[in-house]
């Protein structure tokens, strides 16, 4: 991100309310200052529909790239047991499947959205699309378990260009129109996003039951050329585009030792976690000493990768990350936890496991859309947190008796606040972010959604051993319900939140 010093776009506590409609009125919000009341061009009195400039053409590459990321890493939870039987390894070593694309786009997302707001958004997207393609034939053809890592890690970098880029075109026609991008809008790409992450274990298991678990790798390759073309003939070029919105703009470094430094302190970290079982405390050191000397350096770089100076000023956007994470960990513990469990210890067909998901994909589409809907942030964000914690006590209580109605309400207890939580959380991040800087400031966002799931595969490992029993999920919902008493706790007293739902 820009830093405080630089182009002077960050959250600073002395300004006043923004102009737009969604600016809040705490002092730890950040005003855009690129995007006003003004009319849209071609109207006269600005009473253009609300998604005038902003229509199909443009969304329709920006929602189908998007979707890419959050469906392949739900979509493979019904192929881990098929990949393991595969290749005669078990759970704690198939999660390295989840691990490894979680990594990948916790770093990726971030860089490639500072690539986005410095080279231009198109370029990036379509790179990343390219990648995504390779990653998917990769996978395909896998002879080994190493080749399926291997086309993993592509994969997350690949998709990982689609959702900061596509943050940073809807930012740019925002200041060509000259007001802010609609809700509406925010809530279609949050609803790709959560909605593909929804489905994707209902997919999954559709793909593995027809066609085996390849079919899990393969068919990124048409949805990622599809994607290609439509954002080679829709997304208008990038320097067209800045000129657009209105004169050239002083493009932000890429910070190389900041990214370097980054990537390093979290993959020791994701080492660690993987493997709590056996932990490899001296690893603890190498964390501790690549975090110092990031800060030291993030503080110090003009430009920096990070800009802590900003997010210890902006504290709204720094809750916003933190409650993100945290609301995903929980996510991601049943998305894969509770599937994993059905299929070893309940000994549900891949089939079968991912048409029990089915109420949790439909509850998290529909309530993605509401979410889209609402004008508050704090109340649909609340509701999440408590059904998160409710869901959660109910796997405590889980066996391998239980009935399959009540398997059924338990996933559409965490399916509803996977939709609330991600409509919420953008529209934050779009409305708390520096406007010079919304690609790398939507790629943060994402990074705390990985750093969460990281986090949740190292308990799911953790739990589970070899294999997934009901002793294992009890011990990850008991987690989970602590978990889930915080993330409440941190959303009911985030005031900022409170200030929004004054308006």
């Given at each position: 991100m820009p830093s405080a010093t630089g182009t002077g776009t960050g959250a600073d506590p002395g300004q006043g309310p923004g102009t737009g409609p969604d600016a809040g009125a705490d002092p730890?919000?950040?005003?855009?200052?690129?995007?006003?009341?003004?009319?849209?061009?071609?109207?006269?009195?600005?009473?253009?529909?609300?998604?005038?400039?902003?229509?199909?053409?443009?969304?329709?590459?920006?929602?189908?790239?998007?979707?890419?990321?959050?469906?392949?890493?739900?979509?493979?939870?019904?192929?881990?047991?098929?990949?393991?039987h595969h290749f005669g390894i078990g759970a704690s070593s198939t999660v390295w499947l989840v691990s490894v694309l979680y990594l990948a786009s916790a770093v990726a997302q971030p860089v490639l959205g500072r690539l986005a707001d410095s080279i231009g958004p198109r370029r990036v997207f379509l790179a990343g699309l390219a990648v995504v393609a390779a990653s998917g034939l990769v996978g395909a053809a896998a002879p080994g378990f190493g080749w399926l890592i291997a086309s993993r890690l592509l994969l997350g970098i690949g998709t990982s260009a689609a959702y900061p880029a596509a943050m940073a075109v809807l930012r740019s026609e925002s200041r060509r129109l000259g007001r802010p991008t609609p809700r509406p809008v925010l809530g279609r790409l949050s609803f790709a996003g959560l909605g593909s992450a929804a489905v994707g274990p209902t997919l999954g298991g559709l793909l593995v039951a027809t066609w085996g678990w390849r079919a899990i790798f393969a068919v990124n390759v048409?949805?990622?050329?599809?994607?290609?073309?439509?954002?080679?003939?829709?997304?208008?070029?990038?320097?067209?585009?800045?000129?657009?919105?209105?004169?050239?703009?002083?493009p932000a470094g890429l910070d190389p030792l900041g990214i370097v430094l980054f990537?390093?302190?979290l993959t020791a970290l994701v080492f660690f976690l993987l493997d709590l079982a056996h932990p490899a405390w001296w690893l603890l050191g190498p964390v501790a000493v690549l975090?110092?000397?990031?800060?030291?350096?993030?503080?110090?770089?003009?430009?920096?990768?990070?800009?802590?100076?900003?997010?210890?000023?902006?504290?709204?956007?720094?809750?916003?990350?933190?409650?993100?994470?945290?609301?995903?960990?929980?996510?991601?513990c049943v998305m894969y936890g509770f599937t994993q469990w059905l299929e070893d210890g309940r000994g549900f067909s891949s089939l079968h496991t991912g048409l029990l998901m089915l109420p949790m994909s439909v509850a998290a589409l529909v309530c993605s859309l509401l979410g889209a809907r609402t004008?508050?942030?704090?109340?649909?964000?609340?509701?999440?947190?408590?059904?998160?914690?409710?869901?959660?006590?109910?796997?405590?209580?889980?066996?391998g008796a239980t009935p399959v109605a009540v398997l059924l309400i338990t996933g559409a207890c965490f399916g509803i606040p996977q939709g609330l939580v991600g409509t919420g959380n953008q529209a934050a991040v779009y409305q708390y972010a520096p406007a010079d800087a919304i690609g790398s400031a939507a790629g943060l966002q994402r990074t705390a959604q990985y750093i969460g799931a990281i986090t949740a595969s190292s308990l799911i490992a953790l739990a589970y051993g070899q294999r997934a029993s009901d002793g294992g999920l009890h011990l990850m919902a008991a987690v989970?319900?602590?978990?889930?008493?915080?993330?409440?706790?941190?959303?009911?007293?985030?005031r900022a939140l409170r200030a929004r739902n004054r308006k």
């Amino acid at each position: 991100m820009p830093s405080a010093t630089g182009t002077g776009t960050g959250a600073d506590p002395g300004q006043g309310p923004g102009t737009g409609p969604d600016a809040g009125a705490d002092p730890d919000i950040a005003a855009d200052p690129d995007v006003t009341s003004a009319p849209a061009p071609g109207t006269a009195t600005g009473t253009a529909a609300p998604d005038a400039g902003f229509g199909a053409r443009l969304t329709a590459p920006l929602l189908l790239g998007s979707l890419l990321n959050p469906l392949n890493t739900t979509m493979i939870s019904t192929a881990l047991v098929s990949i393991g039987h595969h290749f005669g390894i078990g759970a704690s070593s198939t999660v390295w499947l989840v691990s490894v694309l979680y990594l990948a786009s916790a770093v990726a997302q971030p860089v490639l959205g500072r690539l986005a707001d410095s080279i231009g958004p198109r370029r990036v997207f379509l790179a990343g699309l390219a990648v995504v393609a390779a990653s998917g034939l990769v996978g395909a053809a896998a002879p080994g378990f190493g080749w399926l890592i291997a086309s993993r890690l592509l994969l997350g970098i690949g998709t990982s260009a689609a959702y900061p880029a596509a943050m940073a075109v809807l930012r740019s026609e925002s200041r060509r129109l000259g007001r802010p991008t609609p809700r509406p809008v925010l809530g279609r790409l949050s609803f790709a996003g959560l909605g593909s992450a929804a489905v994707g274990p209902t997919l999954g298991g559709l793909l593995v039951a027809t066609w085996g678990w390849r079919a899990i790798f393969a068919v990124n390759v048409p949805l990622a050329c599809v994607a290609f073309v439509c954002a080679m003939w829709w997304i208008p070029k990038d320097d067209g585009r800045r000129a657009a919105a209105g004169g050239a703009r002083e493009p932000a470094g890429l910070d190389p030792l900041g990214i370097v430094l980054f990537t390093g302190t979290l993959t020791a970290l994701v080492f660690f976690l993987l493997d709590l079982a056996h932990p490899a405390w001296w690893l603890l050191g190498p964390v501790a000493v690549l975090a110092a000397v990031l800060t030291w350096w993030q503080l110090r770089c003009p430009r920096p990768f990070i800009d802590l100076r900003m997010l210890g000023r902006n504290h709204a956007l720094a809750r916003t990350y933190l409650r993100h994470g945290l609301s995903y960990l929980v996510i991601y513990c049943v998305m894969y936890g509770f599937t994993q469990w059905l299929e070893d210890g309940r000994g549900f067909s891949s089939l079968h496991t991912g048409l029990l998901m089915l109420p949790m994909s439909v509850a998290a589409l529909v309530c993605s859309l509401l979410g889209a809907r609402t004008k508050g942030i704090r109340a649909p964000l609340t509701i999440a947190a408590v059904l998160v914690t409710a869901g959660s006590a109910l796997l405590i209580l889980t066996t391998g008796a239980t009935p399959v109605a009540v398997l059924l309400i338990t996933g559409a207890c965490f399916g509803i606040p996977q939709g609330l939580v991600g409509t919420g959380n953008q529209a934050a991040v779009y409305q708390y972010a520096p406007a010079d800087a919304i690609g790398s400031a939507a790629g943060l966002q994402r990074t705390a959604q990985y750093i969460g799931a990281i986090t949740a595969s190292s308990l799911i490992a953790l739990a589970y051993g070899q294999r997934a029993s009901d002793g294992g999920l009890h011990l990850m919902a008991a987690v989970s319900v602590v978990l889930g008493l915080v993330l409440v706790a941190l959303t009911v007293s985030d005031r900022a939140l409170r200030a929004r739902n004054r308006k």
